[in-house]
């Protein structure tokens, strides 16, 4: 079943995003909004114990709604009050073509990847939020950087290469004091 979650903030958004990662439930579309409202949407794909897993962490999301059928789901998106959000549901709604799955997982990866460089670069306080997580492991938030890395790198969009390389160096840092600390 498709279940929409929505965040007051980044920070929010960020714990949010770490523990629907760390859990293995499918993220179907991601929306970032931040306005007076919400600060953004998660539109998952999980069975009944994923739906119950949400459920116990109530502090991650604002509002849940399982979108059981079409009607359900059109329904949801039609009493969204903001144009903008209902232009950005549209732009990023992500549907999977079993005829071509390689297509569907490269355009999941390209939104997932302008979707994070964009927050990046939009909000300081997200960036720091990603860093001091302890939502991913240090080895999740490595292999993740690397991967945005690497793909903006074939982009030959290196100032963004940058961006990701500057976040990595922080992720670093705030490894080694966490390590010396435990020490």
């Not at 997982?105 to 927050?119: C, G, K």
């Amino acid at each position: 079943m498709e279940v929409c979650l929505t965040t007051s903030d980044g920070v929010q958004h960020l714990r949010l995003y770490g523990f629907l990662k760390k859990s293995e439930i499918s993220i179907k579309s991601e929306t970032v909004i931040d306005d007076d409202f919400q600060f953004g949407m998660i539109v998952v794909e999980c069975d009944s114990d994923g739906l119950a897993s949400l459920k116990l962490r109530e502090d991650l999301f604002d509002s849940i709604s399982v979108m059981e059928s079409d009607d359900m789901r059109w329904g949801l998106y039609k009493t969204l009050k903001n144009e903008n959000v209902m232009h950005q549901l549209e732009e990023f709604a992500f549907s999977f073509d079993f005829d071509n799955p390689v297509k569907s997982i490269d355009n999941m990866l390209e939104r997932a990847n302008e979707t994070s460089i964009t927050l990046f670069k939009k909000s300081q306080s997200f960036v720091d939020d990603y860093v001091d997580t302890d939502q991913l492991s240090f080895d999740e938030k490595m292999k993740d950087l690397e991967f945005m890395i690497g793909y903006f790198e074939d982009l030959e969009r290196y100032e963004d290469c940058g961006i990701l390389l500057n976040i990595q160096n922080k992720v670093k840092k705030e490894h080694l004091k966490n390590y010396l600390s435990d020490d």
